[in-house]
């Protein structure tokens, strides 16, 4: 709900999401992994996904896939 409420505010104003914006983002879907209990190779694989879709893996170097 929190992702989605995001996503319509930054596609209402038209603006791209802040470094910010997309962390608070990432950490929320780390929070749905970890209650789904996603295998860890399934979160690097959607993370990777999104780090290159969107082009903001340099934003992000120190980033690492959270252990279950």
């Given at each position: 709900e929190k992702i989605e409420k995001m996503q319509d505010e930054l596609?209402?104003?038209?603006?791209?999401?802040?470094?910010?914006?997309?962390?608070?983002?990432l950490e929320l879907l780390r929070g749905i992994f970890i209650s789904k209990k996603v295998p860890v190779e399934e979160q690097e694989k959607r993370y990777n996904r999104i780090f290159d879709e969107t082009g903001t893996r340099d934003f992000f170097p120190s980033f690492k896939i959270p252990a279950l």
């Open positions: 596609e209402s104003s038209g603006t791209l999401p802040t470094v910010e914006k997309i962390d608070q983002a």
